[in-house]
């Protein structure tokens, strides 16, 4: 039971909201944060308080909460042409010109788009678009799925079965097919005496071993988030794209990069691969696609899988699948905007300037007793809490430290997020050098004052 008023903001938001991915403890202690608005990169809420979310909303605000070209977008779309499909063909103009956009800065010498309505639905598309090549192309049984363990995918049937997380098994989930590899985190998964590259060799090893075992003539596809975002922000290990891609492709079995929060700027480049040094065979995109401003996933295929799909739906006269607001003119011309904001107004060229201080201030809160590890990639972050560093022990999960660390945060003016023991920054790209100072200060006396706590 909320400890609020009972026609206060937070028990009316406890009396009919019904929450997703939200610690239900924190929501009956001190009540759900009622946001009205934001400026650049902070949000306030319905008592006037002003929180810089280290978060940008959920990776994806990352041109801040008030962007004016983007509203104006908006707006101009919606005077123009305020929404339609992209069925039985028809679709905007502002969908054409989307796509070419996208084939443009892929890194794909030519491409095609299929668009949905959030990252959820592209990896699920995917799967689909995967299943349906295989029975058109005489292999009905290549439907098997390759994900990793920790990797984040969505929360569709399908994406939550690739999804390799534990939680997904109060759904009975996943659905047979799904296999989940060793997450490739050297830190946390290598052994004793064994070298990054030793262990690197090792997860290409484990890849040749399952594709062994189950028959590299049953599995459709690989999908790996260039960092894993949801995971806790893992980098891969040195050297493992190089590693496993090799492999994939002897087996004919494609890489899909899932990029719904790598893509477009998050780790200084416009995408995850680029910054890995690999072309996948098809790429899954999301959240910084319209910079948080519309709900919209697309699926960019490379020309090999374009050329595949494109053959067998005509061989059935279409491809049956689609969204009603897939394409949405609106969604489409934000889009458009947030691709010209985020690569031509200096926001990747901020990501990347900024990159240095931010791990500077990474590896400086890891100097504490209780952090084991920091890690990261361009403006994505984490710091793991421990109860023994040299051990890499976790605290007991009963503590429940990250919340405890993001409660605090929050009671400091900063949003951070809780994943695992660790703790997640992903601020916006418009951050200036004072405000990530004030960043990494508020991190440090709520991580103090948690520490303390907990011993």
């Not at 929404?83 to 063909?89: D, P, S």
């Not at 759904?171 to 690197?200: K, M």
């Not at 429940?400 to 703790?423: F, H, K, M, W, Y």
């Amino acid at each position: 039971m909320t400890k609020h008023p009972a026609n206060s903001w937070e028990a009316r938001a406890d009396a009919h909201s019904f929450y997703g991915f939200t610690d239900l403890p924190t929501v009956a202690d001190r009540g759900t944060i009622v946001l009205t608005h934001g400026k650049g990169p902070y949000v306030y809420d319905v008592h006037g308080r002003s929180y810089l979310d280290g978060n940008s909303g959920l990776w994806n605000m990352v041109a801040g909460f008030d962007h004016p070209g983007l509203i104006a977008a908006a707006k101009a779309q919606y005077d123009t042409f305020p929404g339609y499909h992209a069925f039985f063909g028809r679709m905007s103009d502002q969908t054409v010109m989307l796509s070419e956009k996208l084939a443009e800065v892929s890194p794909f010498e030519r491409a095609k788009v299929f668009y949905t309505n959030s990252g959820s639905e592209a990896n699920d598309t995917m799967v689909k678009m995967l299943w349906f090549l295989s029975g058109a192309e005489g292999k009905p049984q290549r439907r098997k799925i390759l994900t990793r363990k920790n990797a984040y995918h969505g929360v569709t049937a399908v994406a939550a079965s690739m999804t390799g997380k534990p939680y997904n098994s109060v759904f009975g989930l996943p659905l047979d097919g799904f296999i989940h590899l060793t997450c490739p985190h050297y830190w946390r998964e290598g052994r004793d005496g064994e070298s990054e590259a030793e262990f690197t060799a090792r997860m290409a090893q484990e890849l040749e071993d399952v594709i062994a075992a189950e028959g590299a003539d049953t599995i459709a596809g690989f999908f790996a988030e260039p960092v894993m975002g949801a995971g806790g922000v893992i980098p891969p290990s040195a050297g493992y794209f190089q590693a496993i891609q090799p492999i994939l492709k002897k087996h004919g079995i494609p890489l899909i990069a899932d990029e719904v929060i790598t893509g477009f700027g998050r780790t200084g480049n416009t995408w995850g691969c680029e910054t890995y040094d690999f072309v996948p065979d098809a790429i899954i995109s999301s959240k910084n696609l319209t910079a948080g401003f519309f709900p919209m996933g697309a699926v960019i295929l490379g020309p090999d899988l374009a050329d595949r799909l494109q053959a067998a739906s005509e061989a059935i006269e279409e491809f049956p699948h689609g969204f009603t607001a897939s394409g949405h003119p609106v969604g489409c011309a934000i889009a458009l905007k947030a691709i010209d904001v985020v690569m031509n107004e200096g926001l990747i060229d901020n990501v990347q300037a900024l990159t240095p201080l931010f791990e500077e201030g990474l590896a400086r809160i890891a100097e504490k007793a209780n952090i084991g590890e920091w890690r990261g990639k361009g403006l994505m972050g984490a710091v793991e809490a421990v109860k023994d560093k040299d051990s890499k022990t976790p605290f007991d999960g009963s503590l429940s430290v990250s919340e405890r660390i993001a409660n605090a945060c929050t009671d400091q003016g900063l949003i951070c997020r809780p994943l695992g023991q660790a703790v997640v920054l992903c601020p916006a790209f418009i951050l200036t050098e004072s405000q990530m100072d004030e960043m990494f200060d508020k991190l440090n006396r709520a991580l103090d004052g948690v520490f303390a706590e907990v011993g």
